[in-house]
């Protein structure tokens, strides 16, 4: 089983619409989660951290289930900027620093 | 301008030949590590190294040197014995984000094996 795992896509979705991406991760030690976003042949930059109680940001809300492992992020009114791939990634429990990246789901949003 | 920068942006080599990548960072971060991404595939991460001096071996570090001889700087070397070295490496360096350490990264070079 890989320690994060995602649904790689691809979404492709309409300007306007609400898209859900999930996560499930395996070390039931890790502490710290994210929600990362890649462009084409860029590097990945932070999106946002995600908390236990669920942190917005503007049209972006991430959700953590540490219960079941499970990591989510929300994406309302889609513009065609987001396109982009959402890397979710999961931290701690283990080294120092150390973060495990899941493969990435493909989002392309269209007019 | 504070941040991470990496060249060459793309590199060729012939394969036998060994190839250092450079990272550089002005962010006064302690923590620095180098990741590989290959199409349609998560990080994986080949080494890191927490405090000038010190390294520790990530999950696919075969292949691959380091050295971190100054807190700024943390290159690469791909040597001739990485089997399948065609890749998009990634330097990250370790910083804050509210309460959360979190990574950031540099523009990567794409490397790429004749």
């Known amino acids: 089983r890989k320690e994060v795992e995602q649904d790689p896509g691809p979404f492709n979705v309409p300007e306007g619409a609400t898209v859900a991406f999930n996560c499930t991760y395996s070390?039931?030690?890790?502490?710290?989660f994210f929600w990362y976003r890649q462009d084409c042949r860029k590097e990945p930059k932070l999106l946002m951290s995600?908390?236990?109680s669920g942190n917005e940001d503007g049209r972006f809300t991430a959700q953590l289930n540490r219960a079941s492992q499970y990591i989510s992020l929300l994406i309302r009114d889609s513009k065609l900027s987001d396109s982009a791939t959402y890397l979710c990634?999961?931290?701690?429990?283990?080294?120092?620093?150390?973060?495990?990246f899941g493969q990435g789901t493909i989002l392309t949003v269209h007019p | 301008d504070g941040g991470i920068t990496q060249s060459p942006k793309y590199l060729f080599r012939k394969e036998g030949q060994n190839v250092t990548l450079s990272c550089e960072q002005n962010l006064n971060h302690d923590a620095m590590y180098w990741y590989r991404q290959d199409p349609g595939q998560g990080l994986r991460l080949i080494y890191y190294?927490?405090?000038?001096?010190?390294?520790q071996k990530g999950d696919i570090a075969e292949g691959y040197s380091v050295s971190r001889e100054k807190k700024e700087s943390f290159p690469l070397t791909v040597t001739s014995a990485q089997k399948n070295p065609t890749a998009f490496y990634l330097c990250?360096?370790?910083?804050?984000?509210?309460?959360?350490?979190?990574?950031?990264f540099g523009p990567g070079t794409r490397l790429t094996v004749l």
């Open positions: 190294s927490q405090i000038v001096n010190d390294f």
């Open positions: 070390n039931s030690a890790s502490q710290s």
């Open positions: 995600v908390y236990s």
């Open positions: 990250a360096s370790n910083g804050r984000e509210g309460s959360t350490d979190t990574q950031y």
């Open positions: 990634v999961v931290g701690g429990g283990t080294s120092y620093g150390k973060l495990t």
